[in-house]
């Protein structure tokens, strides 16, 4: 079916079946404003579907997508930080307690830090965006992998390490960390079974989520 077709009639199924199951929390969310407790940082990818595969609710997340879901450090240069602002405003103005960086198997950012990008004027944001996975391409390069999929599968997950370190970056960050009035997460979704992994500082490992209990 047409793609646009198919979101015009899954709009009005919404409404007809579904609208009704969130029509008093979203008015409570209307009069009182949205009190996400989670940044939800995670890729583009068509394939990765916060909600669905959370069971996240509306007002549940504050969500922030970008190609490869990295952070940029913080930065005072007057650029247009789209990402850095979304981070400013989660923290600022909503007061989230959590962050969560989520990335994904098959992720095709992480997949091209190890490809040459095309040098021509229509890939030149994309591969200025890209320099954010070079360190977690050179962390990754340090050990060796029995195949491509080991090596991306990698760099994914030292990526998301990075990313959990440029957030600390962070002046608002640094001071609630201190604080201990907010926590930092690293997931790694799996697109071919649902499941996440979750970064464990102590081991230096990823876990499997369901086992994670420090709430
Ligand atoms: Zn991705």
Known sequence: MNIIKSL????????????????EELAELIKHGQKPQALFITCCDSRVTPDLMLGSKPGDLFVMRN????????????????????????????????IIVCG???????KSLHEDIPEDENFQNIRK?????????????QKVYKTKEELYTATEKNSLICQLENLETYPAIKELLKS????????HYTLGDGSIEYYDKKSNSFKDLDD????
């Open 8 to 23: 015009i009639r899954g709009n009005k199924l919404f409404r007809k079946y579904h609208f009704a199951d969130f029509e």
């Open 67 to 98: 190609i490869g879901n990295f952070v940029p450090p913080y930065e005072t240069d007057g650029s247009f930080h789209g990402t850095a602002s979304a981070i400013e405003y989660a923290i600022s103005v909503l007061g989230v307690s959590n």
């Open 104 to 110: 994904h198997s098959q992720c095709g950012a992480c």
């Open 129 to 141: 965006w890209l320099e954010l996975g070079k360190k977690a391409k050179e962390i990754t390069l």
């Open 180 to 187: 201990k009035k907010l926590k930092l997460f690293a997931w």
């Open 212 to 215: 994670y209990n420090d709430y």
